[in-house]
């Protein structure tokens, strides 16, 4: 089992950025995948982001693309989204996900896109709100 811890998050101008983490509680990361997903009122939860823990390779939602970057910390375990040029469309509840030991043809696929099979393990979920 594993317990995503989510941090960051909060009030901030249109035109500012952000940065959300996302760790383990009690046990490191290892061959896993990784991704954001968002939901606003009213709206179904949207794909964000992706990451493999291993390969350190990224997946965008095309809508996002140069503004928003995930990365990780090997050293502090821990994944990250810094947002930037922050909008207030981008306004959501922000998850951040684990899938345990992806295969190849996870990445090739959509899986990563999919929060509904995508993924195992889900984080507690942070407020993202952008003024304008």
């Known amino acids: 089992q594993v317990h995503l811890v989510q941090s960051g998050g909060g009030l901030v101008q249109a035109g500012g950025s952000l940065r959300l983490s996302c760790a383990p509680s009690?046990?490191?990361?290892?061959?896993?995948?990784f991704g954001w997903f968002r939901q606003a009122p009213g709206k179904e939860r949207g794909f964000v982001a992706a990451?493999?823990?291993?390969?350190?390779?990224?997946y965008y939602a095309d809508s996002l693309k140069g503004r928003f970057t995930i990365s990780r910390d090997i050293a502090k375990n821990t994944v990250y989204l810094q947002m930037d040029s922050l909008k207030p469309e981008d306004t959501a509840r922000y998850f951040c996900?684990?899938?345990?030991?992806?295969?190849?043809?996870?990445?090739?696929?959509?899986?990563?896109?999919?929060?509904?099979?995508?993924?195992?393990?889900w984080g507690q979920g942070t407020q993202v709100t952008v003024s304008s």
């Open positions: 996900a684990a899938v345990s030991d992806p295969t190849p043809t996870y990445w090739s696929g959509t899986y990563y896109r999919d929060g509904d099979k995508g993924y195992d393990y």
């Open positions: 009690g046990r490191t990361f290892g061959r896993f995948g």
């Open positions: 990451l493999s823990w291993t390969a350190g390779s990224t």
